[in-house]
């Protein structure tokens, strides 16, 4: 039985390029999984994370020859989705920057104080952070915006950026502490 080869990312760009559906659907299904997480981190609604998801994918098929191979494919795609997130949140009036969101006890993840934090529960953690927070979070700490880059995206001061990663981070360690920590003594700190 003969193996067909995995076509190289160069492959990929020419077929998109000469808008060969085959070759779209290779792109799709290998960039799609990735991509997916990427929208649910920012948008918290499967359906309207999948539309962005198609809607990315549409804009990366029709803007291919922008692209200018100075970086990874995959980065590439990355930032269009992470682009029509951004304006999904704005249009929808889901991005604003909070206010200090002191005493507010996060929602349980059913972690033992035996258990390790596993990156899905960290996710969960960071998906219920308020959309401001989440957003500035995941701009700069997974997908390695720095903060005048995300002050540009969000048209918010750096100092605003920093100040809602700062309370995103607070936030979070928060939510860890009181996962992690007797009843007795989470009762002390969410108070």
């Known amino acids: 039985?003969?193996?067909?080869?995995?076509?190289?990312?160069?492959?990929?760009?020419?077929?998109?390029?000469?808008?060969d559906p085959k070759v779209q659907r290779e792109v799709y299904e290998l960039?799609?999984?990735?991509?997916?997480?990427?929208?649910?981190?920012?948008?918290?609604?499967?359906?309207?994370?999948?539309?962005?998801?198609?809607?990315?994918?549409?804009?990366?098929?029709?803007?291919?020859?922008?692209?200018?191979?100075?970086?990874?494919?995959?980065?590439?795609?990355?930032?269009?989705?992470?682009?029509?997130?951004?304006?999904?949140?704005?249009?929808?009036?889901?991005?604003?920057?909070?206010?200090?969101?002191?005493?507010?006890?996060?929602?349980?993840?059913?972690?033992k104080p035996s258990d390790e934090l596993y990156v899905e529960d960290l996710l969960k953690m960071v998906e219920s952070l308020p959309s401001g927070y989440r957003t500035v979070f995941n701009l700069f700490a997974i997908d390695g915006y720095s903060h005048l880059e995300i002050a540009k995206k969000l048209n918010i001061s750096e100092n605003t950026s920093k100040s809602q990663l700062n309370r995103a981070r607070n936030h979070l360690q928060k939510m860890i502490a009181l996962q992690y920590m007797p009843a007795e003594k989470a009762v002390s700190i969410a108070c």
């Open 1 to 19: 039985m003969t193996r067909l080869k995995k076509p190289t990312e160069q492959e990929l760009i020419e077929g998109c390029l000469r808008e």
């Open 31 to 111: 960039y799609s999984s990735q991509m997916f997480a990427l929208c649910k981190r920012y948008v918290k609604d499967d359906i309207a994370a999948e539309d962005l998801l198609v809607i990315g994918f549409t804009k990366v098929f029709q803007k291919i020859g922008q692209y200018k191979a100075t970086g990874a494919f995959g980065a590439w795609i990355r930032r269009i989705m992470v682009n029509e997130c951004l304006m999904y949140l704005e249009k929808e009036k889901k991005l604003y920057m909070e206010p200090c969101m002191e005493g507010i006890v996060p929602p349980a993840l059913q972690v």
